[in-house]
């Protein structure tokens, strides 16, 4: 036996080396080998330090941002929906579009959360806390639309299937009821994911916190939490529950969404292509969004370490291929239709690209389609003030497209006769800028005052916590 071992030894290497060559190594998830102790200090000093000025700055504009929302419904429960500029045909405005933007800005979250954690890719660890974030700050954006869309904002409780005493039920086979059910779900277990996901990193900042609110309001939401073995074995199987539970949302609230045009029977909605389609869509402009908010920040607080170019081609390779997918369904819209022989699909969708919307078509298609192109070239990827435009292109097109969806077949229905043109109001334009205010208004505070990354799973990404590496 003796004698063998050495064989082995010898013999064991060379049968590796032919089977299996020697693989590339993996790009580091943190950069320039730093310890557990830098990770905690850089992420829990941006909630520790002294509130920056520009914080400020960004606040008050975002707060008064925010205000041209609340103003604009505030006229709108005072003089009616009439002020936003809906009329027959198109009583779907601004309002809808609106709503399916901020819910698609809100997937990037759920996907990095969930998906990606049951795929186990470790690079989501650096953004999965700021994106989580942002969805829920994206479906409270959302939910303001259909609510104020209904006219009579205080019997929208008749959404929800409450028992009362004239035994008037919701209609249960509207998409738009549909639509209550799938986004409250989505918010609901989306804050879940996202605080369990954050327990750790309080109790991290309730210990190094210096005066006594702080130690007791971080300590109270940390839930008691000391970093046992047992702490940690509950905080595991609930996450992956979580993320389990999470995972089918991701594909069934934008179908939901979807329905709302698909189940119709007018030309240019009514087609299967919708569900993938928009969660395609969805995905394509959450990555947007992150990227938007994470370039700025990684260059504010000097992360480099922690969001390395790794993860930005990452994102940007998702962005590309989403994006594909999104160029790949409008092409097969036009498809279907002339195969489907259909004269009225026909029309709805020459008239997209010719008729009276073709600017917001050909813009559409310039943000979605042609400039994710550019991330096939690793300069342009390497490049963040190239990714970070980019994002912001493919932002303005995910808007246009609901855009161009919505308006072009409302506004060129089956009569010609009632044929019209869609233009929004003042109202309409300040209710939706401000809610980029109400985004911001939330997001600053969350920057503030909660760790923008989950430090217990990036340190356990880090070359330390490696097992094969020592």
């Keep these: 036996m003796a004698s063998a071992n050495p064989v082995t030894s010898e013999v064991k290497p060379a049968i590796l080396d032919e089977v299996n060559p020697i693989a590339l190594p993996r790009p580091a998830l943190v950069e320039n080998e730093r310890s557990f102790s830098w990770i905690t200090d850089k992420i829990c000093g941006i909630v520790e330090e002294k509130t920056p000025t520009w914080w400020w700055v960004c606040f008050v504009l975002a707060c008064a941002t925010a205000s041209f929302t609340v103003m604009g419904l505030v006229y709108l429960v005072s003089a009616g929906t009439g002020v936003w500029g809906l009329a027959n045909p198109a009583n779907w405005g601004w309002a809808i579009v609106n709503f399916v933007f901020w819910i698609g800005i809100g997937?990037?979250?759920?996907?990095?959360?969930?998906?990606?954690?049951?795929?186990?890719?470790?690079?989501?660890?650096?953004?999965?806390r700021a994106a989580e974030a942002m969805t829920i700050f994206a479906v409270v954006c959302a939910g303001i639309f259909p609510v104020f869309h209904v006219g009579r904002v205080w019997m929208a409780w008749f959404l929800f299937p409450i028992p009362n005493a004239n035994a008037i039920w919701p209609n249960f086979r509207s998409a738009l009821l549909w639509d209550v059910f799938a986004v409250s779900t989505y918010g609901t277990v989306s804050v879940l994911f996202w605080y369990v996901g954050l327990i750790p990193d309080l109790a991290s900042v309730r210990d190094r916190a210096k005066n006594k609110i702080r130690q007791f309001l971080y300590g109270l939401f940390a839930m008691g939490w000391r970093g046992s073995n047992r702490h940690w074995r509950n905080y595991e199987m609930c996450y992956l529950l979580l993320a389990g539970l999470s995972t089918p949302l991701v594909l069934s609230v934008h179908t939901i969404v979807s329905f709302?045009?698909?189940?119709?029977?007018?030309?240019?909605?009514?087609?299967?292509?919708?569900?993938?389609?928009?969660?395609?869509?969805?995905?394509?402009?959450?990555?947007?969004?992150?990227?938007?908010?994470?370039?700025?920040?990684?260059?504010?607080?000097?992360?480099?370490?922690?969001?390395?170019?790794?993860?930005?081609?990452?994102?940007?390779k998702i962005v590309l291929a989403t994006g594909s997918m999104v160029g790949y369904a409008y092409a097969m819209e036009f498809f279907i239709a002339a195969y489907g022989a259909n004269?009225?699909?026909?029309?709805?969708?020459?008239?997209?690209?010719?008729?009276?919307?073709?600017?917001?078509?050909?813009?559409m298609i310039s943000c979605n389609v042609i400039s994710p192109q550019l991330f096939w070239f690793k300069k342009i990827r390497q490049n963040t003030a190239w990714v970070w435009i980019i994002s912001i292109f493919v932002n303005i097109g995910m808007w246009f497209e609901r855009f161009v969806i919505a308006v072009t077949t409302l506004t060129r229905d089956?009569?010609?006769?009632?044929?019209?043109?869609?233009?929004?109001?003042?109202?309409?334009?300040?209710?939706y800028v401000g809610t980029f205010g109400v985004f911001s208004v939330l997001f600053l505070l969350f920057l503030r005052f909660l760790p923008l990354m989950a430090m217990a799973e990036i340190k356990a990404v880090t070359p330390q916590a490696d097992p094969h590496k020592h």
């Design 107 to 128: 997937h990037a979250g759920t996907l990095i959360s969930a998906i990606l954690c049951l795929l186990r890719q470790k690079w989501r660890t650096s953004i999965n």
């Design 260 to 316: 709302d045009f698909a189940i119709s029977l007018l030309p240019g909605w009514h087609t299967t292509i919708f569900p993938p389609y928009f969660v395609a869509g969805a995905i394509f402009s959450g990555f947007g969004m992150v990227l938007t908010l994470m370039l700025p920040l990684r260059a504010i607080y000097r992360l480099e370490d922690l969001i390395t170019q790794y993860h930005i081609d990452c994102m940007t």
């Design 343 to 363: 004269d009225f699909e026909i029309f709805a969708f020459v008239n997209r690209a010719f008729g009276n919307y073709a600017w917001a078509y050909w813009i």
């Design 414 to 431: 089956w009569l010609p006769s009632s044929w019209g043109y869609y233009s929004p109001t003042i109202i309409d334009i300040f209710t």
